[in-house]
């Protein structure tokens, strides 16, 4: 018998551009439809509109944050798949009520996802403030931090713009605007009319494919950047962002342990 051995293991090396910021998925949540089997914005087809439907405008906002959106929705005719009715279950006696949903989705998805650019845009004040607080102290070491190059400049606006996306899409959204499609009022959004499932499924279209993937890479990419520059003047702008992201990634992992136990789902300690 041979002596004892020392076993290696073997090493790790990932570099920062290598790191997942969002929950990657392949494509939209398939309960709520199946129409999409990508994350690529397109349309619904034309012969799939009701007959004599006209484009009508609703708006939209956060269930915790006040930030109304407007944008084009039309009647549709579903097809297999489409979830056309939700199922709420009571708390205490376990009764489930089956509520219609109605039945419109977004008309114009690319031009939506135009538009939600300069929302994103207008409303980082409103999703830091309602998500993380106004602490002067936190404020204070951002308008420090805008200070910088422009370079570090550049990526922090980024990082921000990321950051709001990553709450859109683990925040429920519901309709505030005065066209309410005929929806009905759900317990789960505070008594209010959520956003028909099949939207849901085409703004996840719509955030990954236009926001989160191509935002996410430009963000790890200056990060690293600014890292291999091995300048002590970077430091503060680092720790910033990096700070940002992983906050952004603890609350997406709050969120979704959430969301799972609000559909029953196993959930880890």
């Known amino acids: 018998m041979t002596g004892p051995t020392l076993s290696k293991m073997p090493c790790y090396r990932y570099i920062i551009t290598d790191a ?29 509109w009701a007959p004599s439907s006209r484009t009508r405008t609703i708006v939209v906002t956060h269930l ?8 084009q929705v039309r009647e549709f005719m ?11 279950i009571d708390p205490v006696d376990g009764t489930v009520t089956k509520m219609p949903i109605p039945r419109f989705a977004v008309a114009e998805m690319k031009n939506t996802a135009e538009r939600m650019r300069a929302f994103v845009d207008g409303n980082i004040y409103n999703f ?6 106004s602490d002067e102290l936190l404020w204070e070491t951002y308008l420090m931090a805008f200070r910088q190059t422009r370079q570090e400049q550049t990526l ?40 028909p499932l099949i939207m ?11 926001f989160l993937r191509p935002w996410s890479k430009a963000v790890l990419k200056q990060l690293n950047d600014l890292v291999l520059a091995k300048k002590r003047e970077y430091w503060f702008t680092i720790y910033l962002v990096m700070f940002v992201l992983l906050h952004s990634c603890a609350m997406i992992t709050r969120r979704d342990a959430e969301t799972a136990r609000q559909y029953k789902m196993p959930v880890s300690a």
């Open 128 to 133: 830091i403030t309602a998500t993380v607080g």
């Open 156 to 195: 922090l606006s980024n990082t921000f713009r990321l950051w709001v996306v990553c709450r859109m899409t683990s925040s429920p959204v519901y309709i505030c605007g005065d066209d309410t499609l005929g929806g009905t009022p759900h317990p789960l959004y505070n008594n209010k009319i959520p956003m």
């Open 64 to 71: 915790n944050v006040s930030t109304p959106f407007a944008f």
């Open 200 to 210: 849901t499924a085409q703004f996840e279209c719509i955030n990954y494919t236009t």
């Open 78 to 88: 579903p097809a297999e798949g489409d979830k056309m009715e939700d199922e709420v």
């Open 20 to 48: 997942s910021l969002y929950r990657e998925q392949k494509a939209p949540y398939q309960l709520f439809s199946r129409r999409w089997q990508s994350m690529d914005i397109v349309d619904i087809p034309s012969s799939d």
